[in-house]
T-cell receptor, first 113, second 111 residues
Framework: SAVISQKPSRDICQRGTSLTIQCQVD?????MFWYRQQPGQSLTLIAT?????????ESGFVIDKFPISRPNLTFSTLTVSNMSPEDSSIYLC??????????FGQGTRLTVV | DAKTTQPTSMDCAEGRAANLPCNHS???????VYWYRQIHSQGPQYIIH???NNETNEMASLIITEDRKSSTLILPHATLRDTAVYYC????????????FGQGTTLQVKP
């Protein structure tokens, strides 16, 4: 089955800085998604990463804060901009394609200090 | 997509069947029931899905009531490695694949 690799796996960042998270799938997929999981909480969908066009954001999430790129069928990035401690979460990439149900990366554990 | 309701937590003895319920009373005719689980510090893992018939795979069985307003995920012989948060998700046919997660059920399998 397809595998998602996320980089970095974890990071500790200073408030006010930005972090870009990479998501690489080892096969072509149709759709890619980004989720946030705050401490002790369930997953919340941030956006759908669209190839070659602007991402589709869910309510409560905006492009200025979470710019997303998807230059091809296997790669996407999520940037968490101007970070504050409230952005401390696990960020997860997901993908789906063909007959494959949605699968997930292991996540990026972000701590903002 | 329809909303789901699950118990917050459940315990199960190792080797026994774990039966995890889910209510989805507002489910529409074109909506599937999906189950995922998230083991601590890992990404969610797909378990099984179904529309109206009962389904079984190597991981679990899914029993959907005839009116489709509720379902039960069955892990036939729970092991300690099955300790996880289990999410029941309703998703429409033709949906792009995005999943809306509820709070899930924390299953603790005990020796």
């Amino acid at each position: 089955s397809a595998v998602i690799s996320q980089k970095p796996s974890r990071d500790i960042c200073q408030r006010g800085t930005s972090l870009t998270i990479q998501c690489q799938v080892d096969s072509q997929v149709t759709m890619m998604f980004w989720y946030r999981q705050q401490p002790g909480q369930s997953l919340t969908l941030i956006a759908t990463a669209n190839q070659g066009s602007e991402a589709t954001y869910e309510s409560g999430f905006v492009i200025d804060k979470f710019p997303i790129s998807r230059p091809n069928l296997t790669f996407s990035t999520l940037t968490v901009s101007n970070m504050s401690p409230e952005d401390s979460s696990i960020y997860l990439c997901s993908a789906t394609g063909g007959n494959t149900e949605a699968f997930f990366g292991q996540g990026t554990r972000l701590t903002v200090v | 997509d329809a909303k789901t309701t699950q118990p917050t937590s459940m315990d199960c003895a190792e080797g026994r069947a774990a039966n995890l319920p889910c209510n989805h009373s507002t489910i529409s005719g074109n909506e599937y029931v999906y189950w995922y689980r998230q083991i601590h510090s890992q990404g969610p893992q797909y378990i099984i899905h179904g529309l109206k018939n009962n389904e079984t795979n190597e991981m679990a069985s899914l029993i959907i009531t005839e009116d489709r307003k509720s379902s039960t995920l069955i892990l036939p012989h729970a092991t300690l490695r099955d300790t996880a948060v289990y999410y029941c998700i309703v998703r429409a046919t033709g949906n792009t694949g995005k999943l809306i997660f509820g709070q899930g059920t924390t299953l603790q399998v005990k020796p």
